[in-house]
């Protein structure tokens, strides 16, 4: 089993940037992929991010290009940087991994985080 804690959610305004953090323990040998989702009340779970642990490839939802990034800091936890913050990021962001690049094709997730709460004021 692979366990994920997110951290780094808060209250921003517009504008504004915040950096969430995602850290994983247990059988972590078995992680192909880190990333996130996010879903805002009444809406859809939708893919925001993904990165592979080795050769560090990524993938990004069409709303988030060009003003989120996805990196693996020195600690190794999953970092996702945002950037350029709208009101429609308004949600919760669950930090997910994958064992394997299909499942990272399928946004087939075996694990998940709690989440945690990003709330952008305009």
């Known amino acids: 089993q692979v366990q994920l804690v997110e951290s780094g959610g808060g209250l921003v305004q517009a504008g504004d940037s915040l950096r969430l953090s995602c850290a994983a323990s247990?059988?972590?040998?078995?992680?192909?992929?880190m990333g996130w989702f996010r879903q805002a009340p009444g809406k859809e779970r939708e893919f925001v991010a993904a990165?592979?642990?080795?050769?560090?490839?990524t993938m990004y939802g069409d709303s988030v290009k060009g003003r989120f990034t996805i990196i693996r800091d020195n600690a190794k936890n999953m970092i996702l940087q945002m950037n350029s913050l709208r009101p429609e990021d308004t949600a919760l962001y669950h930090c997910?991994?994958?064992?394997?690049?299909?499942?990272?094709?399928?946004?087939?997730?075996?694990?998940w985080g709690q989440g945690t709460q990003v709330t952008v004021s305009s």
């Open positions: 997910s991994a994958y064992n394997s690049p299909g499942g990272v094709e399928r946004f087939d997730v075996d694990y």
């Open positions: 990165r592979s642990l080795i050769g560090g490839s």
């Open positions: 247990g059988r972590t040998s078995t992680i192909f992929a």
